[in-house]
């Protein structure tokens, strides 16, 4: 966080005032932050710009760390007895069905 607050306050076209980098919530598969900060454009171009270069240097940050960012993850369950009917070429209405679930 500290290396975050560092780009922030070091940017050029940042509002001091505004920036900053909170911890927000230790969620079921990820450690949550909350970066914050007003770019001084009004030209649309370099906003997008200012804050492509922003998140690259926090992806930098922490990559170089030794974190990651949580990729989303998907369960699928299915039902066992699904399972068995589709194995003996029955039920595969139901098995789809539980697919999509």
């Known amino acids: ?3 975050i607050d560092r780009i922030l306050a070091e940017h050029p ?3 001091k005032e505004s920036a900053r980098v ?3 919530e230790f969620g079921p598969q990820a450690v949550e932050l909350e970066l914050f900060a007003y ?3 009004s030209d ?3 906003f997008l ?3 492509e ?3 690259l240097r926090v992806a930098a940050i922490v990559e170089s760390s030794g974190s990651a960012f949580a990729a989303p993850t998907q369960f699928i369950h299915m039902r066992e007895d699904a399972i068995q009917h589709d194995a003996h ?3 595969a209405e139901e098995h789809a069905a539980v697919r999509q679930a």
């Open 44 to 46: 649309m171009t370099t």
């Open 39 to 41: 770019i001084t454009t």
């Open 53 to 55: 270069h922003l998140l």
């Open 49 to 51: 710009k200012v804050r």
């Open 1 to 3: 966080m500290s290396g």
């Open 89 to 91: 070429g029955e039920g």
């Open 22 to 24: 909170r911890l927000v």
């Open 13 to 15: 076209t940042v509002e």
